[in-house]
C-alpha cells in the first residue's frame, strides 16, 4: 500500500476573500487535488467533514511555491555561505541580492515569501477560529486545532526569523478595520510561537497510523520548539525538550544518502516533512516545485537553482559520506546511475533536493513527489549537544555531536575522530561546524550563522553588514497597502 499516496489526498484550499472558501471536491483520502468544486462559506464549517478538509489545506499549503520553492531559497537559503543562485549567469538573476545582500524591499520573492506564511497563517487562523463550534468527535477537534497551531507556528518562526518584528494575527479579521495591523515586536512573536508549541505538544500523538503518516506529532511540536528556543538562548530549555524528544524513539537513519530519497520518506530520523506526491489522475494535484527549481540544469531533473558553493564542499572532513550525498558534482553518476554532464552552467547541484531521473513523470513537475524534510533528528542531537555545552555539560554535549559523527563515517575506521576536547569554546566550534556541514542545503545555514552572532566573520566578504543584514526588508508592497502603518527594517 502507498501510505504516502494516501497522506496525499483531500485537500480543501480555503480562500478568504469575497465571502466565499473554495473547497476542492474531496476523496476519502488525504492530500490529493481536485481542483473543480467550490463550496459557499456559509454552508461550510458544518460538519467534521469540513474540519478535516479545513486541516487538510493547511498542510497541501505547505508543498506552494512560496514556501518551497524561490521564495524559500531566496530569503533562507542563497544569503548563507553554503549555497549561490545557480542556474545560468542571466537566468533569474535578480537572485543574486540575496546572495550579496543588495536586495532591495521590491523584489518579489520577499512579498512571495511573506505571502506564503501569511496564507499558512491565515488557513490555521481559520481552523481555529471555525472548528470549535462544529459538533464533531472531540478528540479529533482537540487534534485539529493541535495541528493548527504548529503549523501556525512553523510559520511564523520563518517569519520572525526573516524580516524580525512582524504582524501578529491570531485570529481572523472581522471586518474591514481589522485588516491592516501594525508590526508586532518580535519578543511577543516568538512568545505566540512558544504558547501555541506548548499548546500542540500536549495534544499531539506521537505517532499516527499509516494513512495519516506526515502530520505533526508531538515529537515535532516539541522539536520545533526546542529550535525557536535556540534561537531565543533558552538553553535549559533547548536542553529539557531535545532530552524529551531524544527519548521518544526516533533514531538517525544508518544511510546518510539515502535518508533523502523517496522510498525512505518519513523514516525513523525524520520528525516533520512536508508531504508532497503527483497523482497521475488528477491534473494539478503536484504542485510542490521543491525539486524541480533544485534539479540538474541541463538534464530532464529540473532548472538548477540553489546549487552549494565551494565553500561548502571544502567543509567536509577527509572521509565524511556527508559530502557526495549533500552535493551531485558536474561528470559524477549519482548512486542511483544517472551520469550528470560533464559540462554544464554550475559545478555542483543539490543532492538532498535530487529525485532519480528514471522517476521523473512526463507531465508534471520534475520531482514533484518529493518531499520537504524541515527537521530531523540529527539535528535534535545537535541541538542537545549545543544547549548541553552551554549549560557547561561537556559530557553530553560529546555524545550527542559524536553520534551524529559516527554516522557519517559510513564505516570507516579512522575518519572523523569523535570530538574529545573539553574546552567549551572548542566544543561550541565543532558544534556549529557540525550543523553546517550536517544540515547542509537544508535552509539552516544562514540564520544559524546570525543567531550565531558570525554575520560579519563569516558573511562580511559577502557584503553582509551588521546592522542591517541580521533581517531582510519587509516587502515595500505590504508597506504600501498598510499606508504606512508597516515600517521598514532598519537600513533599507
Not at 104 to 113: A, D, H, K, V, W
Not at 131 to 144: G, H, Q, V
Request: hydrophobic letters at 40%; one cysteine or more; aromatic letters at 10%.
Amino acid at each position: 500500500m502507498n501510505y504516502k499516496n494516501n497522506y496525499i489526498q483531500k485537500i480543501g484550499l480555503i480562500a478568504l476573500c469575497t465571502g466565499l472558501l473554495v473547497i476542492p471536491a474531496c476523496k476519502n483520502d488525504f492530500l490529493k487535488v481536485d481542483p473543480q468544486a467550490q463550496q459557499p462559506a456559509i454552508t461550510f464549517w458544518k460538519t467534521q467533514e469540513d474540519a478535516t478538509k479545513a486541516v487538510n489545506s493547511i498542510y497541501a499549503n505547505l508543498r506552494t511555491w512560496g514556501n518551497t520553492a524561490f521564495p524559500a531559497i531566496a530569503v533562507e537559503s542563497i544569503g548563507g555561505d553554503d549555497a549561490e543562485k545557480g542556474s545560468s549567469a542571466n537566468d533569474a538573476s535578480y537572485l543574486n541580492g540575496f546572495d550579496n545582500f543588495t536586495v532591495t524591499s521590491t523584489e518579489g520573492q520577499l512579498q512571495g515569501f511573506w505571502e506564503a506564511q501569511y496564507q499558512n497563517i491565515n488557513l490555521c487562523n481559520q481552523v481555529l477560529d471555525n472548528i470549535p463550534a462544529i459538533s464533531m468527535d472531540a478528540t479529533l477537534k482537540t487534534r485539529y486545532l493541535a495541528e493548527a497551531k504548529f503549523v501556525r507556528a512553523y510559520s511564523y518562526f520563518r517569519l520572525v526569523r526573516a524580516f524580525g518584528d512582524v504582524p501578529l494575527r491570531l485570529n481572523v479579521p472581522k471586518d474591514a478595520s481589522e485588516f491592516n495591523i501594525p508590526r508586532t515586536p518580535k519578543a511577543q512573536v516568538y512568545a505566540a510561537i512558544e504558547k501555541d508549541l506548548d499548546d500542540a505538544a500536549l495534544v499531539l500523538p506521537q505517532t499516527y497510523p499509516a494513512v495519516d503518516l506526515g502530520r505533526a506529532t508531538k515529537g515535532a511540536a516539541l522539536a520545533l520548539h526546542a529550535k525557536v528556543a535556540m534561537y531565543l538562548g533558552k538553553w535549559d530549555l533547548v536542553l529539557s525538550l531535545t532530552n524529551t524528544v531524544m527519548g521518544m524513539g526516533y533514531n538517525l537513519f544508518p544511510n546518510y544518502e539515502q535518508n533523502f530519497r523517496e522510498n525512505n520518506e518519513n523514516n525513523i530520523e525524520s520528525i516533520f516533512e512536508i508531504q508532497c506526491e503527483i497523482n497521475q489522475t488528477i491534473a494539478g494535484s503536484a504542485t510542490s516545485q521543491y525539486s524541480q527549481v533544485q534539479g540538474v540544469r541541463g538534464t530532464k531533473g529540473g532548472w538548477g537553482f540553489n546549487v552549494p558553493t565551494a565553500t561548502l564542499a571544502a567543509a567536509y572532513e577527509a572521509g565524511d559520506v556527508r559530502r557526495d550525498a549533500t552535493i551531485i558534482f558536474r561528470g559524477e553518476t549519482t548512486p542511483q546511475g544517472d551520469a550528470i554532464p560533464a559540462t554544464g552552467d554550475n559545478p555542483m547541484y543539490n543532492q538532498k533536493s535530487y529525485v532519480p531521473f528514471n522517476s521523473i513523470i512526463s507531465g508534471f513537475n520534475e520531482g514533484a513527489q518529493q518531499n520537504v524534510r524541515v527537521i530531523r533528528f540529527a539535528d535534535v542531537l545537535l541541538m542537545n549537544a549545543e544547549a548541553a555545552n552551554e549549560q557547561g555539560n561537556a559530557t553530553l554535549a560529546k555524545t550527542s555531536l559524536n553520534k551524529v559523527r559516527a554516522r557519517a563515517r559510513g564505516g570507516v575506521v579512522g575518519v572523523l575522530p569523535d570530538v574529545t576536547s573539553t574546552d567549551k569554546d572548542a566544543i561550541r566550534q565543532a558544534i556549529w561546524k557540525e550543523r553546517q556541514v550536517e544540515l547542509a542545503m537544508e535552509y539552516d545555514r544562514y540564520f544559524d550563522v546570525i543567531r550565531q552572532g558570525r554575520g560579519t566573520t563569516v558573511f562580511g566578504a559577502k557584503g553582509w553588514k551588521a546592522g542591517k543584514n541580521e533581517v531582510w526588508p519587509i516587502p515595500l508592497t505590504e508597506i504600501d497597502k498598510s499606508a504606512g502603518k508597516l515600517t521598514q527594517n532598519p537600513n533599507y
